[in-house]
């Protein structure tokens, strides 16, 4: 079975964040691309643009002391330029550390990533660890 256009697209642009390839990665997305970030801390917020969007990875790392590491579940279009990967997040910071699972909607306009939703299972712990 062949994978969908789009769910390759997300496949490499996880690939190319687990790299630290921010050109890569950016290369994937639209000028105009906006991250979501869900919850209430330094983090959240709608990141706007290309920069803005990379420096927010970036910044995943940076807090971490380079211990944010993705594990991708799964990936799934729905053929209409949208679509959703699963992965869990596990990272250190200061005397914290988390697990958790979390998922992304993307929206996809002529072959590269517009829009990323990010939702996490608990907002709680997540805002915890960021703030």
Request: aromatic share 6%; glycine share 12%; hydrophobic share 35%.
């Amino acid at each position: 079975m062949s994978q969908h256009p789009d769910c390759a697209l997300i496949h490499r642009g996880y690939e190319a964040f687990g790299a630290g390839d921010m050109e890569k990665l950016g290369a994937l997305m639209t000028a105009d691309v906006i991250h979501h970030v869900p919850g209430n801390n330094p983090l959240s917020g709608h990141h706007k643009g290309r920069d803005a969007v990379l420096d927010l990875y970036r910044r995943l790392g940076e807090e971490t002391g380079g211990t944010y590491q993705v594990t991708l579940h799964s990936v799934m279009a729905d053929g209409r330029g949208h679509a959703m990967s699963f992965h869990t997040v596990r990272a250190d910071r200061g005397d914290r550390g988390i697990e958790i699972r979390e998922g992304l909607f993307f929206t996809i306009v002529g072959g590269k990533i517009t829009d990323i939703d990010e939702c996490t299972e608990d907002i709680d712990e997540h805002d915890a660890f960021w703030s």
